[in-house]
């Protein structure tokens, strides 16, 4: 942890006499995989792997986001002209989008 970064510096400044800040930053120091996070970046690797959700378990989830916007239809369009691009679709793009052809009809 840099205390030397503004934003870091800024927040330790002040009147704070609790040692929130400071605890909070020493938390973050002993708890955070900082060495494990470098070797994954360092190597390319990525720090999770992601399991690709079911087709049933995507389309289900979808409904369910164009059901919460039924009453703004520009929203449903915009929702799944953008699906296959949006976490967690984009796991399987080919899936999402055509999900999002059957859910657009």
Avoid: K
């Avoid at 929702?79 to 009809?105: M, Q, V």
């Amino acid at each position: 942890m840099n205390r030397e970064h503004p934003a870091v510096a800024a927040m330790l400044t002040g009147q704070r006499s609790d040692g929130d800040v400071e605890r909070l930053l020493r938390l973050v120091e002993e708890m955070l995989p900082a060495h494990d996070i470098h070797l994954h970046i360092s190597n390319d690797l990525p720090v999770a792997e992601h399991e690709v959700p079911s087709y049933e378990e995507l389309r289900a989830m979808a409904e369910r986001m164009v059901a919460a916007f039924a009453d703004q239809p520009s929203v449903v369009r915009s929702l799944l002209t953008h699906l296959p691009g949006t976490d967690p679709f984009n796991r399987d793009p080919d899936i999402a989008r055509r999900i999002a052809e059957e859910l657009a009809a």
